[in-house]
Structure formats: structure tokens, C-alpha cells
């Protein structure tokens, strides 16, 4: 089983400032991985797929990056609405054995 | 609109069963791989299990293999999860998702709001 880890746990941004996350894998997914906002009581929304890709609808400030184990989720300039946790989550295991990472909250500094 | 609505969850006994179903509406749910993901209480996301467009490929993670059963009925726009045996470990929301990506290489890029199971006597 690929195991996801992110870092750091917990990120405490000011509105306006860039919050970059981090999302490895121990062992290399190529490029097949997602990125996903939950906000408390909802369902998780996509943001990011095959590391770098946005999904429909979302903005420009949240870019993805990096092949391989390293990942990064970056978002250039918070909006309240982005206070929330992030999932990253691996999508390369044949036969299929989807792992998600164990999220990073961001929370308002 | 496009949506997916779940419904079945509920307290159930360990040991007993329950069948969530899935409501697709808006799209097509025979176009689409769809995927069981859980999130147990104040935890993170865990994939459970998932279903091609024509149920030829059906997956299950280890901890529900032998236990749940993932089915789909394309012509109702509805997918189901058969839970038996159930554990206070299956404790959880249930979210279904449908899928998109290359056969077997899939992530998730809708989803419903899931519905509660609690397993406990």
C-alpha cells in the first residue's frame, strides 16, 4: 500500500498571505494525484487532479506541482473561504488501492 | 443540477447490515466509474470501494473485502453498498463519488453528502 503523509498538520495563514502544503508519497505515483478542500460538515470538493490539473470552477489562486513522491498544494492568496482541511490522495496502485493523506487544516492566523 | 444523494445510513448492531444506495441525478451514472469513500468521526477520507461503467472491474479496499459489496443499477442512475458483518471500525459517513481517469487510475471529481452509519450495541 502507498502511504500519503502531508505536512505540516496544521497551517496558520493570514487572509491574503500564500500557504504552500506539502503531500508525499513512500513511493513514486508518477503524476497521479488529487487535491481536495473539505470544509466542516461538507463533502470534499476537487481541486486538483494528475498534480497540476484544476478541476472546473476552480480559481487560479490554487495551483498544484511535482511528479513522483513530492507534491505541493499552493494557494497564492487566501480568501476566507479556503479556511479549511486538504486531502491529497494517490491514484497509481494497480489493482486499484486509492490512499489519501492525512490532510492539513488551515486555519485563520 | 448535478448531484449525487445517498441514503441507508442509520445505527445498526455489530454484526448486522445495512445498504446504502446512491442517487445519481443530472448526468448520465453509466458513463461514470462510481466509488464508496468513508470518513470515520473527526478522521480523514478513506476509499472503500469502487465500480466501472459496466461492473467488469469491482475493487474494495482490505478492510471491507469479503464484507461489503459495491453493485449498480444503470438503469435507475443508482449505486449501492451491501454492508454486512458490520464492525464498530465501519463507524462512518459514507460518500459516494464518481470517478473519472484512465480504468483503474481514478479520482474523484463528484460527490454526494453522505449519509452516517454508526455500528454499536
Known amino acids: 500500500e502507498i502511504v500519503m503523509t502531508q505536512s505540516p498538520a496544521t497551517l496558520s495563514v493570514s487572509p491574503g498571505e500564500r500557504a504552500t502544503l506539502s503531500c508525499r508519497a513512500s513511493?513514486?505515483?508518477?503524476?497521479?494525484l488529487a487535491w481536495y478542500q473539505q470544509k466542516p460538515g461538507q463533502a470534499p470538493r476537487l481541486l486538483i487532479y494528475?498534480?497540476?490539473t484544476r478541476a472546473t470552477g476552480i480559481p487560479a489562486r490554487f495551483s498544484g506541482s511535482g511528479s513522483g513522491t513530492e507534491f505541493t498544494l499552493t494557494i497564492s492568496s487566501l480568501q476566507s473561504e479556503d479556511f479549511a482541511v486538504y486531502y491529497c490522495?494517490?491514484?497509481?496502485?494497480?489493482?486499484?488501492?486509492?490512499?489519501f493523506g492525512p490532510g492539513t487544516k488551515v486555519d485563520i492566523k | 443540477e448535478v448531484q449525487l444523494v445517498e441514503s441507508g445510513g442509520g445505527l445498526v448492531k455489530p454484526g448486522g447490515s445495512l445498504r446504502l444506495s446512491c442517487a445519481a441525478s443530472?448526468?448520465?451514472?453509466?458513463?461514470?466509474?462510481m466509488n464508496w469513500v468513508r470518513q470515520a468521526p473527526g478522521k480523514g477520507l478513506e476509499w472503500v470501494s469502487s465500480?466501472?461503467?459496466?461492473?467488469?472491474?469491482?475493487y474494495y479496499s482490505d478492510s471491507v473485502k469479503g464484507r461489503f459489496t459495491i453493485s449498480r443499477d444503470n438503469a435507475k442512475n443508482s449505486l449501492f453498498l451491501q454492508m454486512n458483518s458490520l464492525r464498530a471500525e465501519d463507524t462512518a459517513v459514507y460518500y459516494c463519488?464518481?470517478?473519472?481517469?484512465?480504468?483503474?487510475?481514478?479520482?474523484?471529481?463528484?460527490w454526494g453528502r453522505g449519509t452516517l452509519v454508526t455500528v454499536s450495541s
Open positions: 463519488a464518481r470517478g473519472l481517469g484512465a480504468t483503474g487510475f481514478w479520482y474523484f471529481d463528484l
Open positions: 443530472g448526468f448520465t451514472l453509466s458513463s461514470y466509474t
Open positions: 465500480i466501472n461503467s459496466g461492473s467488469s472491474y469491482i
Open positions: 513511493q513514486s505515483v508518477s503524476s497521479n
Open positions: 494528475g498534480a497540476s
Open positions: 490522495q494517490q491514484y497509481n496502485n494497480w489493482p486499484p488501492l486509492f490512499t
